[in-house]
């Protein structure tokens, strides 16, 4: 059997969020604004099951932890900061270390993890690139992060600031889609299969929709016609 990841990573990121917004009536439709996508190869999207690791500052109570060694396989490593070091507006963040550089990538390719999400700056661009995994962040920065933060929980849900004051968590093991356009979450309690028939639906709708337009159709009325169908599939 076909996995859910393998069948998400055959969507955009723009499919996932229109069945999350039209199924689902998330009005973010699952996306984390902000992110860069910065290797990997660009037509591809990348679909995995979030690890989570929170990093905090230096002086944090809390022991230093070892994330990367215990990469689960198929996993999408999703790096974030504690709230008080999170940006609202650019450049979202108040490190300018990087908390992550080309020998994570190079460990997390070896552990077959799917890509990694960091929110937050990166290093080693061309590293990444070199190894053609996918890697996301905030921002590029040159210095390593060792004296100023460091990991310190794995699998412990992530808050997010997205955008005016609103917080996002994202969970361990939920599913995350990445592509060019950035990053879209699916939340681990959603029936994923159910999600993806609508998503598969909506994709051929929306190709039968662009063959109408190609054929001299108005865009509205075939909109309307042919989006018909996927209202009877809404929760
Ligand atoms: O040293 C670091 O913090 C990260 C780094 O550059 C790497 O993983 O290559
Ligand atoms: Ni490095």
Avoid at 156 to 182: A, K, M, W
């Amino acid at each position: 059997m076909t996995s859910v990841s393998t069948k998400l990573s055959r969507f955009s990121t723009c499919d996932v969020s229109d069945g999350l917004l039209n199924r689902n009536g998330d009005p973010h439709g699952g996306f984390f604004p902000n992110l860069q996508k910065w290797s990997g190869r660009s037509e591809h999207s990348v679909a995995g099951k979030a690890y989570t690791v929170l990093f905090a500052p230096c002086d944090d109570p809390r022991e230093e932890v070892n994330y990367i060694d215990s990469v689960p396989p198929g996993s999408f490593i999703v790096v974030a900061l504690t709230i008080p070091l999170q940006l609202e507006c650019a450049p979202y963040t108040q490190i300018s270390q990087a908390l992550y550089g080309g020998l994570m990538s190079t460990r997390a390719q070896y552990r077959k993890a799917c890509g990694s999400i960091i929110f937050g700056r990166i290093r080693d661009l061309e590293e990444h690139r070199a190894l053609g995994f996918p890697v996301f962040s905030y921002g590029l920065g040159s210095c390593a992060a060792r004296m100023a933060v460091k990991p310190v929980g794995v699998n412990v849900p992530l808050q997010i600031l997205s955008h005016r004051d609103e917080f996002r968590t994202i969970n361990p093991g939920d599913y995350i889609v990445g592509d060019c356009h950035g990053i879209v979450r699916i939340p681990a309690a959603e029936d994923s299969e159910e999600l993806v028939k609508y998503i598969e639906k909506s994709v051929e709708v929306d190709q039968y929709i662009a063959d109408d337009v190609k054929n001299g159709k108005p865009l509205k009325p075939s909109q309307k016609e042919r989006r018909a169908v996927l209202k009877n599939l809404t929760r």
